[in-house]
């Protein structure tokens, strides 16, 4: 077996012969730099200062969107995300500092020098909700459903597993096919959630209808499109550092309306404050503000291929949108991205031309290079490609305030290069349903971010992987991402990914917008909730302060 240097020589080596050849064949979008955007310092906690946490009370939290099923398995919403952390947690989480560290394991993976074993210690007395005592075993079945449940989103983010097994019971073992550098990061996200298997055997598919994890938390009930409540679980194995009796998420997708409850005290946190309404909440006696950049983007999907669903074998389309790399890269010509942005969201979001964040260790040069912004070459483009003008396209959005703000912005912009835009809103949760199975045209829709850019990039750009909601398929970029996965020095992955996204530049399966901040805003008489660069809220150990 080769050293990991020799390993990364070789694979560096191969995988940069594979991306030449298809930049080469493809040709290269023209780049341009980015003016410097707005600097902002994060807070990432509702500080306690001097004050006590009283015990009791029951909070209320407003979503600006419904979460999807809440299964780990098969989710894939970031607001289902903010109810599992209190009921689910996972082998690993991330801190603050967007460093991973042992949650429901005691230590970071042990892996052998071959790559292909990754040994996980595991902690003892903890207990699911409905009191199945939680070990090693009920980790790998987690895994396992992950690998095999139909519908699952967990399947690309595991990596080639060969198998799963348990070495005693607090010692977990994955065995790989090949070497699989992200699969800490995967278990520290909703892969990594680990489920009761006394509830998955007897839920089957409906799990999420009434999850059993460990956790701070459990299920209580559900209304649909209206709230979901979990209470204390009594069972939990640090039950000292929770403070509440039950938190409520309540459902409310417009902006002004969480801002309204927030100030009149019937909330108590709000997620995703509007950049119109958050520097005059920022200022306002008894609420506070947490802000953090994103790892994740915002992005216009376009669909190459998902005819039957995402996951499935590619299609066929037959629209110049789909067939004509022309027609996409005109398209991404179009956007001023800094402009619209800076625009629309008043300075406070960030321009986004990759999934790669500025701030990731995994950024490079390829990494941030900017699409050019040139309406005269994107007009050129499209009378290249054959097609009538103005050509028009459908694209899907939330209906959210601050989505068709940004929306009604973009339609007005890329006329100028010769595009017709019609905007099509549509209910948050009914758009997931649409990027699944496909029924869009072009789609804006966001991701909320992972440490390790596989997270990013793999399930929504390798063929036939677990987001891929465009039904891309390039072979050279199956090449490269899953090189990168199987490399362990950080400088070769981070190279790697920048000649990735040099291809997807030029094939636009996804044209990338902006980069959100993650804006919290809570009552001044709650602490210690947090929020990190992943885009979780989370609400743990919050509680309220004594008075």
Not at 278 to 303: F, P, R
């Amino acid at each position: 077996m080769p050293t990991a240097s020799r390993r990364s020589t070789r694979t560096a080596a191969l995988v940069g012969g594979l991306a030449l050849l298809a930049v080469a064949a493809t040709g290269c979008q023209p780049i341009q730099a980015l003016p410097a955007a707005v600097t902002r310092s994060d807070v990432m906690s509702a500080p306690i200062g001097g004050r006590q946490i009283q015990e009791g009370g029951d909070l209320v939290m407003a979503l600006s969107a419904e979460p999807d099923r809440l299964d780990p398995t098969t989710s894939s919403s970031l607001y289902t995300r903010y109810v599992m952390q209190t009921m689910c947690q996972k082998l690993y989480d991330i801190d603050g500092n967007g460093k991973i560290v042992p949650q429901l394991a005691t230590a970071l993976p042990e892996v052998s020098a071959d790559g292909l074993a990754v040994t996980i210690p595991v902690r003892t007395g903890a207990t699911f909700a409905d009191g199945t005592a939680f070990n090693a075993d009920a980790a790998r079945a987690t895994i396992e459903r992950g690998l095999t449940l139909k519908g699952s989103a967990r399947k690309s983010e595991l990596g080639p597993i060969a198998s799963v097994e348990t070495l005693d019971e607090t010692t977990l073992k994955i065995n790989y096919k090949k070497p699989f550098a992200p699969i800490t990061a995967a278990l520290a996200d909703r892969a990594g959630m680990i489920l009761s298997p006394k509830a998955v055997a007897e839920a089957g598919a409906t799990f999420g209808d009434h999850p059993v994890c460990v956790g701070p938390f459990k299920f209580a009930e559900r209304v649909p499109q209206t709230s979901i409540k979990v209470e204390r679980d009594p069972l939990y194995y640090d039950t000292k550092n929770v403070h509440l009796d039950t938190i409520t998420y309540r459902i409310m997708t417009d902006s002004n309306i969480r801002a309204a409850n927030l100030r009149s005290g019937d909330v108590h946190v709000a997620d995703s404050i509007s950049p119109q309404d958050v520097d005059a909440l920022s200022k306002e006696d008894g609420i506070g503000v947490l802000q953090v950049g994103s790892l994740g983007y915002q992005g216009l999907t376009i669909n190459l291929g998902n005819t039957d669903g995402v996951g499935k074998p590619p299609g066929e389309i037959d629209t110049p949108t789909a067939k004509e790399a022309k027609v996409r890269m005109a398209l991404s010509m179009s956007v001023d991205r800094a402009a619209l942005v800076n625009t629309v969201f008043n300075n406070w979001y960030e321009p986004a031309c990759s999934p790669i964040a500025p701030s990731s260790p995994f950024a490079s040069e390829l990494s941030k290079a900017c699409p050019e912004f040139n309406p005269g070459k994107a007009k050129q483009l499209l009378q290249e490609a054959g097609v009538p003008l103005p050509y028009p396209i459908e694209m899907q959005v939330s209906n959210t305030p601050d989505t068709l703000r940004y929306a009604q912005a973009l339609q007005a912009a890329v006329a100028d290069a010769g595009f017709a835009l019609t905007i099509r809103p549509v209910e948050y949760s009914t758009l997931l349903d649409v990027q699944s199975r496909g029924a869009f045209q072009a789609l804006q829709l966001g991701w909320s971010g992972r440490v390790d850019p596989h997270g990013n990039m793999f399930n929504f750009l390798a063929t036939g992987a677990g987001n891929n909601y465009s039904g891309y398929s390039n072979p050279e970029v199956d090449k490269l991402l899953t090189a990168a996965a199987g490399e362990t020095d950080e400088a070769v992955r981070a190279e790697l990914y920048g000649q990735v996204v040099r291809q997807v530049q030029t094939d636009n399966p996804v044209i990338y917008l902006y980069r959100v901040r993650s804006l919290t805003a809570y009552s001044t008489g709650v602490a210690a909730v947090d929020t990190f660069a992943d885009g979780v809220v989370h609400l743990s150990n919050a509680g309220f302060v004594k008075k």
